[in-house]
């Protein structure tokens, strides 16, 4: 079996290594966001949502992926940006982060993009973003926007497992 790579590093015209990163960007309430493709298991188009009593405002449901049930969470609840109903643009984003496998609902998919890590912003001073910057890992500015990094260990509150 192949071994996943996190980055790849590349030389770049003045001959120094730059490490790239590979990100899945969507959008969500008109902005751009992105997240580490290595924390995206897959992209499903929208399906039938189980609603699950009891649970937290921002958890949709659940939906049936292949026999798994996956909890999924509509990440504009949890952003606190404007509500909006599905259509035929919605995505789940299913996420495996420190073992456990969550889906999140997103307006739309943009693409998937290499970026330099350098170019990552990780103090943005000025985003214009409804996003509390608690959420927010970094940005980067691209030609024509913005993409917004968000921090899918806060969002989500997960504590990340200490490697030895």
Request: charged content about 25%; glycine content about 6%.
């Amino acid at each position: 079996m192949e071994e996943v790579v996190k980055s790849s590093i590349l030389m770049n015209q003045e001959g120094e290594k730059s490490e790239m990163m590979q990100l899945v960007t969507f959008e969500l309430a008109g902005e751009i966001f992105g997240i580490d493709i290595l924390k995206v298991q897959e992209i499903s188009p929208m399906t039938k949502i189980t609603r699950v009593p009891n649970a937290p405002h921002y958890v949709e449901g659940v939906i049936n992926l292949r026999g798994k049930v996956i909890p999924v969470v509509d990440l504009r609840k949890i952003l606190n940006l404007d509500l909006k109903g599905y259509d035929a643009n919605t995505r789940i984003i299913v996420l495996h982060i420190e073992g456990k496998v969550i889906g999140i609902l997103v307006d739309k998919m943009s693409e998937v993009i290499w970026v330099n890590k350098n170019s990552i912003e990780t103090n943005p001073t000025q985003t214009d973003s409804k996003v509390s910057e608690g959420y927010i890992v970094g940005v980067v500015n691209l030609e024509d926007r913005l993409v917004i990094l968000l921090d899918l260990y806060k969002v989500f509150n997960i504590q990340a497992e200490q490697k030895n």
